[in-house]
């Protein structure tokens, strides 16, 4: 069966670099139309995407984020990693890696269970 | 960026009742709106995708309906394990975003 599993560290300081790992199983990250994607959610608050990968490499991110985000694929590994630099305390969120179909109208439809990442020093 | 907005943020209901929330995007999303039910602690759950389209093992009480900016969803007869915080999102094209999320309450 499809899952989707997040790792990384529970606790950042102010200014380093997150990395996240979400190791897959049940799908391949090289098969045509498989995207993995990265949502957010800080503590009582709403839900909020930051990237996507898609099976060719392609790659997708949050406007206002853009500049701090990078994502990539081990397809050997079946890992999809986010990076976020600069770590800020509003930066603490639970963060979900979930499995998607490619173009309009897909959508998550396997998720991972999240980590939550707190920023403080 | 497409912005979604939700409403109302909060809504108080009973058990069997008929509840309605609403999404509306700042431009036209087609009918590329998905609907989820998140619990405390726990994963969001896509309940419809395309505006209309039940996912598999959703109870059929859930169904939604709307196209282009606006944008509903319906919970028939509520049940207790429906009392959760509900949230839209478009896919129309990515950035993908999300509303601000109801939270669904025990009258």
């Known amino acids: 069966q499809v899952t989707l599993r997040e790792s990384g560290p529970a606790l950042v300081k102010p200014t380093q670099t997150l990395t996240l790992t979400c190791t897959v199983s049940?799908?391949?990250?090289?098969?045509?139309?498989?995207?993995v994607t990265w949502i957010r959610q800080p503590p009582g608050k709403a839900l909020e995407w930051l990237a996507r990968?898609?099976?060719?490499?392609?790659?997708y991110y949050s406007t206002s984020l853009k500049t701090r985000l990078t994502i990539s694929k081990d397809t050997s590994k079946n890992q999809v990693v986010l990076t976020m630099t600069n770590m800020d305390p509003m930066d603490t969120a639970t963060y979900y890696c979930?499995?998607?179909?490619?173009?309009?109208?897909?959508?998550?439809?396997?998720w991972g269970q999240g980590t939550l990442v707190t920023v403080s020093s | 960026d497409i912005q979604m907005t939700q409403s109302p943020s909060s809504l108080s209901a009973s058990v069997g009742d008929t509840v309605t929330i609403t999404c509306r995007a700042s431009?036209?999303?087609?009918?590329?709106l998905n609907w989820y039910q998140q619990k405390p602690g726990k994963a969001p759950k896509v309940l419809i995708y395309?505006?209309?389209n039940l996912q598999s093992g959703v109870p059929s009480r859930f169904s939604g309906s709307g196209s282009g900016t606006d944008f509903t969803l319906t919970i028939s007869s509520l049940q207790p394990e429906d009392f959760a915080t509900y949230y839209c999102?478009?896919?129309?094209?990515?950035?993908?975003?999300f509303g601000q999320g109801t939270k669904l309450e025990i009258k």
């Open positions: 979930a499995r998607m179909g490619y173009g309009s109208g897909s959508y998550p439809d396997y």
């Open positions: 049940g799908f391949s990250l090289s098969t045509s139309a498989m995207c």
């Open positions: 990968i898609d099976w060719d490499d392609d790659k």
């Open positions: 431009q036209s999303s087609s009918n590329y």
């Open positions: 395309a505006a209309s």
């Open positions: 999102q478009q896919s129309y094209n990515t950035p993908y975003t």
